[in-house]
C-alpha cells in the first residue's frame, strides 16, 4: 500500500517535497516511480529510481529541478520540487514496481492516492 502526500499550492518558482510512505517489508526490493496527470492528460511520468543501485531517472521537463530519493529505512521515496512552473500542476502518483526502474505507467503494479500540486502564476 502506498500513500502520498506533501501537495498543495505554491507560487511559480517555489519548491515542494512530496512523500511516498509504503507498507511492508520490501519496500527495498522495489524501484519506486512518480508520475502526473493533469486534467485532460494522460498519466505521464516524472522521475523513478530503481531498487539497489539505485538509479534515478528523470522525465525532460523536470530534468534539473525535480530530485527523486528514497530512505529505506522509514520506506519512503520523496519527490523534491524546485523551480516550480504553472505546468507542473497537477495529480501526483507514486508507483511501484519489482527491481528495475521503468518510465511507462503500465508498467507498474502499485499505485498510491495521488496528490494534488497546484503552482500558480
Known amino acids: 500500500q502506498l500513500q502520498a502526500f506533501g501537495g498543495g499550492l505554491v507560487q511559480a518558482g517555489g519548491s515542494l517535497r512530496l512523500s511516498c510512505a509504503a507498507s511492508?517489508?520490501?519496500?527495498?526490493?522495489?524501484?519506486m516511480g512518480w508520475f502526473r496527470q493533469a486534467p485532460g492528460n494522460e498519466r505521464a511520468f516524472v522521475a523513478a529510481?530503481?531498487?539497489?543501485?539505485?538509479?534515478?531517472y528523470y522525465a525532460h521537463s523536470v530534468k534539473g529541478r525535480f530530485a527523486i530519493s528514497r530512505d529505506n529505512a522509514k520506506n519512503t521515496v520523496y519527490l523534491q520540487m524546485n523551480s516550480l512552473k504553472p505546468e507542473d500542476t497537477a495529480v501526483y502518483y507514486c508507483?511501484?514496481?519489482?527491481?528495475?526502474?521503468?518510465?511507462?505507467?503500465?508498467?507498474?503494479?502499485?499505485w498510491g492516492q495521488g496528490t494534488l500540486v497546484t503552482v500558480s502564476s
Open positions: 511492508g517489508r520490501t519496500f527495498s526490493s522495489y524501484a
Open positions: 529510481v530503481s531498487a539497489s543501485t539505485p538509479s534515478t
Open positions: 508507483a511501484a514496481r519489482p527491481s528495475l526502474a521503468r518510465t511507462q505507467y503500465f508498467e507498474y503494479d502499485y
